[in-house]
């Protein structure tokens, strides 16, 4: 007899897969929202952001290491910020909202670290990313067949984009 799961068991099992695979459609909906004050898009993984290391710090088993790493780039966003009042800012709004998106990445990457030491967590994660690399090998060839993406400027970075996701997927997913 099949046993049904809650949605709550399924956004735990499944939230990371989710988070990793919808990284391409935010880089869509970025290229249609774009605008001087940012993206939907952006505003969007702003949040992911804040959120999963707050998840991970309520979660976690080793908050001390969790916590240093991010006190680090806490440190280093704040020592950026007193560097700004030292010399001047062009415009304050605009550079704390920089500082935010060049954040991203090593906070992701810190977070990602700690929560993808389980190997079922690998694995979520690395389905993810197969099904990152579908979605953007998808909207690369439907792009490309509509018009409105220019094979001679763009595949190449594009199709490297996607092999090396694909790469780092089929290596993750095999020696899980």
């Known amino acids: 007899m099949k046993q ?8 735990q ?10 990284q391409p459609v935010l880089d869509i909906i970025a290229y249609w929202t774009r605008s001087p ?3 939907v898009a952006g505003m969007l993984r702003l949040v992911i952001m804040a959120v999963l290391p707050l998840h991970l710090l309520f979660t976690l088993k080793d908050k001390k290491r969790f916590i240093l790493s991010m006190a680090v780039i806490g440190l280093v966003g704040a020592l950026h910020v007193l560097n700004g009042f ?12 920089y500082l935010a998106r060049t954040m991203q990445l ?9 929560y993808l030491k389980d190997d079922a967590r690998k694995a979520a994660a690395y389905r993810g990313l197969v ?12 792009a490309v067949v509509t018009g409105t993406y220019s094979l001679v400027d763009k595949i190449v970075s594009s199709f490297s984009a996607l092999l090396a996701t694909a790469g780092v997927a089929i290596i993750g997913y095999t020696s899980t």
């Open 37 to 39: 004050e940012g993206t």
């Open 106 to 114: 090593p906070i992701l990457a810190i977070c990602l670290a700690y």
């Open 13 to 22: 099992k499944y939230w990371i897969t989710a988070l990793i695979a919808l």
């Open 4 to 11: 049904q799961c809650s949605l709550k068991e399924l956004f």
């Open 131 to 142: 099904i990152a690399a579908c979605i953007l090998f998808g909207s690369i060839l439907l």
């Open 86 to 97: 030292r010399v001047g800012f062009i415009d304050l709004r605009f550079d704390l909202m």
